[in-house]
């Protein structure tokens, strides 16, 4: 009797490869993790976090970590946009103090370049303010934020979070309402992304194509990238 034949599925014959996944610029485009798959393309759109201290390599900053998004895979190599920033609630707590009072609030602006995000701020006062003064501090926050972010590009934001100017800049307005004894974003994330500033798409365009041909790539507009199913990440 003869023997039947085994079916072997394309999936099976395909090789997976490790493949390393950058973090942007902003942090020297140093490995934050990597994905073993077979087709790349698969993970466009997966997310990973990486904890700021390791980023920074500052040990002030290991209560924070940053979202990232896989956007592109290119050269073996996956290249991913900052799409989010949180702080470890562990830490939040460590804020809590007797005597003084918390403020939790939460809302949604957009930067200058179209990106709508979603901001999570904590205030902590010095004394026990009363609630009249809780209220303007709450007010005035979304107001100065909203100011700000519309006047800001999304990277140059993130450059200025990372770097916690950002946060001292909002505490001394704040401030002045009511003496704060701590200010800080506790979480931020990209509801929907806008244009990349004009500097940084001619950054990129000159690296491929050739100082003759820049003037004419710059005028194209940017093809779009599809939304791809996801693929497992392993975390460095």
């Avoid at 099976?12 to 942007?24: D, E, H, N, R």
């Avoid at 403020?103 to 979603?118: C, M, P």
């Amino acid at each position: 009797m003869a023997k039947a034949k085994r079916k072997t599925s394309r999936a099976s014959s395909v090789k997976k490869t490790w493949y390393p996944i950058l973090a942007p610029k902003l942090f020297n485009s140093q490995a934050i993790g990597e994905t073993y798959i077979a087709e790349p393309s698969k993970s466009i759109g997966k997310t990973v976090a990486a904890n700021l201290m390791n980023l920074t390599r500052d040990m002030r900053k290991q209560n924070l970590k940053v979202i990232f998004e896989i956007t592109n895979a290119t050269s073996g190599k996956f290249y991913t946009d900052i799409i989010g920033y949180e702080m470890i609630s562990s830490s939040i707590k460590r804020m809590i103090r007797r005597g003084k009072r918390k403020i939790d609030y939460s809302f949604k602006t957009v930067t200058a370049d179209g990106y709508r995000l979603q901001l999570k701020v904590i205030m902590i006062t010095i004394g026990l303010a009363n609630l009249s003064s809780l209220t303007r501090l709450r007010k005035i926050c979304k107001e100065e934020l909203t100011a700000l972010l519309s006047k800001t590009n999304y990277l140059n934001f993130v450059d200025d979070l990372v770097n916690h100017k950002f946060q001292g800049f909002i505490k001394k307005k704040l401030s002045k309402a009511y003496p704060l004894r701590t200010f800080e974003l506790r979480f931020m994330k990209v509801m929907k992304k806008g244009k990349a500033p004009e500097k940084e798409v001619e950054k990129e365009i000159k690296k491929e194509v050739p100082k003759e041909e820049v003037k004419k790539e710059v005028e194209k507009e940017a093809p779009k990238e599809e939304a791809k199913p996801e693929e497992e990440v392993k975390k460095e």
